[in-house]
């Protein structure tokens, strides 16, 4: 039984003068304890999907579909319901410490906020469930006296972190948690949601446009394109079993840094304009190296292929095949 | 000039500011065309006091015996000069001083930025009141002189503060490295990024000069020899109409004052649009 | 219009050190931004200054585009004192050595037209008559690869996307003829797919122009791929430099092999 069942999700924008489809068709599930990653880059959707997810749309947006976490249906849901259902819920991680936390307020007066709305509580009580919350984060009890802007970037995500785990959630939906930190920072903060999730048993959607780190530490990877999952397959098997063309040529954009030569590459073209409406064709097919005449007319659909699914007429070649054949 | 259409354009598009808009234009006309559309002279005091409204004087006459609806006509031009005039030169005002304060920083924002607090921490009404009293009888320039002084600081405290963000801008670190000297950098690199900052200034100023300088006059601070809404207020006030059934003479001048501040407000509301060059047609 | 190969000029840094609060370096109270970093770039060449956040590299960037002073230590440009450049010799400094900033989105005035950007450095610092500025401008922009050119003259910043707003950037740098272009994390903030495009520009820019570029980030990736040189920067000190395929297959430093150990593995095998 899935934790989170995302079926048919569709979140459009509307402005005065356009209606963007930001989302298309996206469906998928995360099992309770499991860590899924979704990658894409700029104007993917994957945003969009965390907000649906998380009942943080703007106020521009509008979203059909089903998203059923434990048995609920999240999207409809009337304000109370939704403020009650974020804690022992979902909860969201958000992007940047330095912007989520209240400038004003000690790292304990941020506790105190989010517990005693949740709970009826103590001061005393929640200054003691605040240093433990800190200790399983890896921080000193004494920063509950700090404000945001004396402590570094990693340390602010980890008070972040610390945040969302006293509402004890279920799921927590991480929006690019560690895009404003620097490598090291990164590798500590992914260390840090690594064992916290072995030690508390939180499921998680990791939304990343990094595909390398968000390979780590998940079980499986979800990669959107414009709207759309254009594939779906276990991390650990994404260099060697990628078939879908933008999978791969996001994988070629990486390369070894302690190799001979090394030469970087992109792709070529720019992501589609999503003001248009749905489509009947592949997105991707302008800027792909395998595209034939079927593409322009005909939208490919998520399908069984190699170790997960994709959706391309030609996903039979994976990375390794398509280099010796080309 | 191409500036000036396009922000009218984009006002219009915003249907508050388009009635604000056409409420503005509606009195500048009629403060433009008076010799035209008005029945008598404002000045003349020959016909038969404090009668109602009747055929030959559409809003009746005044306690002095002028025609009401005359007055009313001629009275907008000085409401019109003190609400563009303390408006435009309060924004100036405020402009060059906040541009200065923020952009140079150092001992020059330390000298402007006490000038300014200085004058907001005194109070502003009581200030003008005082003043007043020794200037009484000036022309229209003295009250738009004594308006622009008590409210020209608080917009530049906000211009300062704007300019200080966005002095710290990576395009204005980009536009030094481009070679372009302080002058060009303060009118073509900061300025731009705060056309909506300015319009609120000045519509917000102007919606505060019209109301200072009625409420001025009404307390007989003004020139009461002159004919504007405010001192129609003053006489309106001394003879006593409301006792005597008169109510137009109360109500028109005072509903005119309320239509023009309305209109500078209303104004306000379409300003927004104009900050954000994405909402702007190109 | 040819394309001049410009001269460029050696950058050398010689035991820079800023310390910022204090009484100076050395006294207590202090803040030691940067500890005695000495380098060099030969010219027409391109190094890598590494670094995480806190190691100084943003404060060395400033010092080297002369926006702030060292407390102790040189800064050469060929010949010149960067750290004591009097008011003209600024202006000339600024016209040979130029910088690419991290924030597409905030390097371009969204008030401006892109014609107008452009046009500013080409009108400073070439003289260049107004009816002699557009020409250049269109010739900029197909040179960054934005084309036709005559389409991006009169848009506005917003109107374009990130990858197409930082080569604005960079065309903007190459308007005064530079020697040397200081890039301060330049595709950091953009999509990953959108990098190689820009890299390959600022790193072509070395055969076509034969300027000299300081690449500076915190990503080894992308510096090694665009670099000659490597200098890894940690804490305001220095603690390895060489070529930079050495450092990375040979790194001897602790911090560096951190780095490097850091790196993404599952993108990146090869068989």
């Known amino acids: 039984m899935s934790l989170l069942e995302v079926r048919n999700l569709d979140v459009t924008y509307r402005s005065r003068s356009a209606a963007v489809l930001a989302a298309r068709d ?24 965390g907000q649906a997810i998380t009942g943080t749309m703007p106020i521009a947006a509008a979203a059909t579909g089903r998203v059923r976490f434990g048995g609920t249906e999240m999207l409809g849901l009337d304000p109370a319901a939704l403020r009650r259902s974020r804690r022992d819920g979902i909860a969201l991680m958000p992007q940047n410490g330095l912007n989520a936390l209240n400038p004003v307020l000690t790292i304990e007066g941020h506790f105190w906020d989010v517990l005693r709305s949740h709970q009826r509580i103590r001061r005393a009580e929640a200054r003691r469930t605040a240093a ?22 990693g340390m602010r995500q980890r008070v972040c972190l610390a945040i969302v785990l006293s509402l004890r959630p279920r799921l927590i939906v991480f929006d690019e948690p560690t895009t404003a930190l620097d490598v090291l920072t990164q590798q500590q903060v992914m260390e840090t949601i690594g064992q916290l999730q072995a030690s508390e048993g939180f499921a998680g959607l990791l939304i990343s446009h990094d595909l390398g780190m968000a390979l780590e530490r998940t079980s499986r990877v979800l990669i959107m394109y414009a ?3 254009v594939e779906e397959l276990p991390s650990d098997r994404v260099f060697d079993d990628a078939c879908h063309p933008y999978t791969q040529a996001l994988i070629g954009c990486y390369g070894d840094a302690r190799a001979d030569e090394v030469a970087l590459a992109g792709i070529p073209g720019s992501p589609p304009d999503l003001s248009l409406g749905a489509e009947s064709s592949c997105l991707f097919a302008p800027r792909c190296g395998r595209a034939a005449e079927r593409c322009d007319v005909e939208r490919p ?26 | 000039m191409k500036g000036l259409a396009m ?7 915003q249907p508050k500011a388009r009635v604000g808009l056409l409420v503005l234009l509606a009195l500048v006309a009629m403060a433009v065309l008076a010799p035209l559309i008005s029945p008598y002279s404002p000045q003349t005091a020959t016909f038969p006091v404090m009668t109602g409204p009747s055929s030959a004087y559409l809003l009746g006459t005044t306690g002095g015996g002028q025609d009401v609806l005359s007055q ?10 003190v609400a563009f005039g303390a408006g435009a030169l309060a924004t100036l005002l405020a402009l060059a001083v906040g541009l200065l304060a923020g952009y140079l920083a150092g001992p020059t924002d330390t000298v402007l930025n006490f000038v300014m607090n200085l004058l907001l921490v005194i109070p502003a009404l009581p200030l003008m009141i005082i003043i007043s009293t020794y200037s009484k009888g000036g022309s229209i320039w003295t009250i738009v002189a004594i308006i622009v002084l008590v409210s020209w600081a608080f917009g530049g405290r906000v211009v300062r503060s704007r300019v200080l963000s966005l002095r710290s801008l990576d395009f204005v670190t980009a536009a030094q490295f481009s070679g372009d000297r302080t002058g060009r950098i303060i009118i073509r690199e900061i300025l731009p990024n705060m056309v909506s900052l300015v319009a609120a200034i000045f519509f917000g100023t102007a919606t505060a000069a019209v109301l200072a300088e009625a409420g001025l006059e009404f307390l007989g601070l003004g020139n009461p020899a002159t004919v504007s809404w405010g001192t129609m207020l003053y006489w309106a006030q001394n003879y006593n109409v409301l006792a005597q059934g008169q109510w137009a003479g109360i109500f028109a001048p005072g509903l005119c004052i309320a239509l023009l501040a309305a209109a500078f407000a209303l104004l306000n509301f379409g300003v927004d649009e104009l900050s954000n060059p994405r909402l702007r047609e190109v | 219009m040819p394309t001049e190969t410009v001269r460029a000029e050696r950058l050398r840094l010689e035991a820079v050190t800023k310390v910022y609060g204090g009484r ?34 943003s404060t060395l960037a400033r010092m080297i585009t002369a926006i702030d002073k060292p407390t102790t230590g040189v800064i050469l440009h060929g010949g010149t004192r960067v750290d004591q450049l009097g008011r003209r010799e600024l202006r000339r400094y600024r016209r040979d050595v130029q910088f690419v900033f991290q924030d597409p989105y905030a390097a371009l005035n969204p008030a401006s037209r892109i014609g107008y950007i452009l046009g500013r450095p080409l009108a400073n610092y070439l003289g260049l008559r107004p009816d002699q500025v557009r020409p250049q401008v269109l010739e900029l922009l197909a040179k960054v690869g934005l084309t036709p050119p005559e389409q991006f003259e009169q848009k506005l910043p917003h109107q374009l996307s990130g990858g197409q707003r930082q080569r604005v950037v960079i065309a903007r740098a190459l308007a005064s003829r530079p020697r040397l272009i200081v890039a301060d994390e330049p595709v950091s903030m953009l999509d990953v797919s959108l990098r190689a495009g820009i890299l390959t520009l600022l790193r072509g820019l070395r055969e076509t122009d034969g300027i000299s570029l300081l690449y500076i980030t915190h990503d080894l990736l992308s510096a090694r791929a665009v670099a000659d040189e490597l200098v890894v920067l940690q804490e305001g000190r220095v603690v390895e430099q060489g070529a930079a395929r050495q450092v990375l297959q040979h790194p001897e430093h602790e911090y560096t092999r951190r780095l490097i150990d850091a790196l993404p593995q599952s993108v990146t095998r090869r068989n």
Do not use: M, N
Request: charged share 20%.
């Open chain 1, 26 to 49: 996206v469906s998928f599930d995360v099992a309770p304890g499991e860590l899924v990653a979704l990658v894409g880059e700029s104007g993917s959707g994957k945003s969009t999907v």
């Open chain 1, 132 to 153: 433990e919350l800190l200790a399983k984060v890896g921080l000193e009890a004494d920063l509950l006296r700090r404000y945001p802007h004396e402590l570094s970037g």
């Open chain 1, 227 to 229: 709207g759309r999952i």
């Open chain 1, 301 to 326: 659909l998520l399908r069984p292929a190699g170790s997960g699914q994709a959706a391309c007429f030609f996903a039979t070649e994976t990375l390794t095949e398509a280099v010796h054949a080309h």
């Open chain 2, 7 to 13: 922000v009218i354009r984009t006002l219009w598009r």
């Open chain 2, 72 to 81: 009313l006509i001629y009275g907008s031009r000085d409401s019109l000069i």
């Open chain 3, 24 to 57: 100076g370096a050395g006294r207590p109270g202090g803040k030691t931004a940067v500890d005695q970093v000495s380098f060099t770039i030969e010219p027409g060449t391109s190094l890598g200054l590494i670094g995480q956040s806190g190691s100084g590299k």
